[in-house]
């Protein structure tokens, strides 16, 4: 079985293609939030399992 766009005879450029996949690009930043930080005491302990995590390997 071919793919989705096998038997499509229509194809963009590559500038084209770097627009478009710019431009979604832009419009995921946009609608996408940052990650708020964690806690002080939260991170404390990320901190702490990292730590444990590097010591056991």
């Known amino acids: 079985m071919a793919g989705?766009?096998?038997n499509d005879s229509e194809q963009?450029?590559?500038r084209t293609c770097r627009s478009?996949?710019?431009a979604?690009?832009?419009r995921l930043q946009q609608s996408l939030r940052p990650?708020?930080?964690l806690p002080t005491h939260l991170?404390?302990?990320m901190d702490e399992?990292?730590?444990r995590?590097?010591?056991s390997h």
């Open 4 to 6: 989705p766009f096998a």
């Open 12 to 14: 963009i450029d590559r």
């Open 20 to 22: 478009i996949c710019d």
């Open 24 to 26: 979604v690009g832009e």
């Open 35 to 37: 990650e708020p930080r």
């Open 43 to 45: 991170e404390q302990l």
């Open 49 to 51: 399992l990292r730590k």
């Open 53 to 55: 995590e590097r010591e």
